[in-house]
C-alpha cells in the first residue's frame, strides 16, 4: 500500500515538472522584424528583467501634447515568441492591447491621426504571449511548494511559476520627423497572487497589457 502511494507521489511530481518545463515563460528577445531592433542595448538600468532592450533620446516629453497611436501589429516573424497560440487569441490581445493603451494615453495625451509638431507617433508590436495553463495555473498558487515559491516571488513582483505573461515592443517617435525617441521590448505579467489573472487563458496576459500601458503613460509623463 505505502509502494503504490510513494509510486504515485512520484508520478505526480514528474507530470508536474513535465508541465513546468512545458509552461516555462521565455525571456524577450531582438526581434529581427522590428525597426528599432538596430539600436536597441542591454537595459542594465533595468533590475526587474521586465525591460531588456531598450533606447532612449534626452527628451523633454512635457513639450509633447498629443499623441498618434498607431494600430497595433501583430508581430509575424520567425522568431516571434507565440508558441502554438491561435491566431483568434492574437487578435484578441492586440484589440485589448489597442484599447488599454489608447485609453491611458488619453489621460495625458489629445489622441490625434495628424502628424504635426508637439505630437508624438506611438508604435506597438505584440511579440509573443503565454497563455495560462487550465487548473494548475491557479493550482499552484495554493500548493506547498508552489505557494511559498511565488509568494517570494510576488514580493519581488516578479513572474509566477506557471502563469500567463504578453511580450511586446513599443517604439516612440516625434510625428512631426519621425525621429525615434524611445523604444523598449518588454515582458509583463500579473503579480502571482493577482488570483483573478490565473483564470481563463488569455487573463495573465490582459492584466500585464494594463500593467503595460499604465508603465507606458508613467514614463512619457
Not at 16 to 34: E, H, M, Q
Not at 46 to 74: C, E, K, M, N
Not at 187 to 199: L, N, R, T, V
Amino acid at each position: 500500500m505505502r509502494t503504490n502511494t510513494s509510486v504515485k507521489r512520484l508520478g505526480f511530481v514528474a507530470l508536474l515538472c513535465a508541465l513546468l518545463t512545458a509552461c516555462a515563460s521565455s525571456d524577450p528577445v531582438k526581434y529581427t522584424g522590428i525597426d528599432s531592433t538596430r539600436v536597441l542595448a542591454n537595459n542594465v538600468d533595468d533590475s526587474t528583467g521586465r525591460v531588456p532592450f531598450s533606447y532612449s533620446l534626452p527628451v523633454d516629453w512635457s513639450s509633447y501634447r498629443a499623441a498618434i497611436v498607431a494600430p497595433v501589429v501583430i508581430y509575424r516573424g520567425a522568431d516571434h515568441q507565440f508558441g502554438d497560440m491561435s491566431e483568434s487569441d492574437k487578435s484578441a490581445l492586440a484589440s485589448y492591447m489597442q484599447q488599454k493603451f489608447t485609453e491611458e494615453l488619453r489621460s495625458r495625451f489629445t489622441l490625434s491621426d495628424t502628424p504635426r509638431s508637439n505630437t508624438l507617433l506611438i508604435k506597438l508590436t505584440l511579440t509573443g504571449a503565454n497563455t495560462n495553463t487550465a487548473v494548475l495555473s491557479t493550482f499552484t498558487r495554493f500548493d506547498i511548494g508552489g505557494g511559498l515559491y511565488n509568494a517570494v516571488q510576488n514580493a519581488r513582483d516578479r513572474e509566477a511559476l506557471i502563469g500567463g505573461s504578453v511580450i511586446y515592443s513599443v517604439e516612440v517617435y516625434d510625428a512631426n520627423d519621425q525621429r525615434l525617441l524611445k523604444a523598449f521590448i518588454t515582458k509583463q505579467y500579473p503579480k502571482p497572487w493577482d488570483i483573478g489573472a490565473s483564470m481563463g487563458a488569455l487573463s495573465a496576459s490582459k492584466a500585464g497589457l494594463e500593467k503595460g500601458a499604465k508603465a507606458l503613460l508613467t514614463q512619457l509623463r
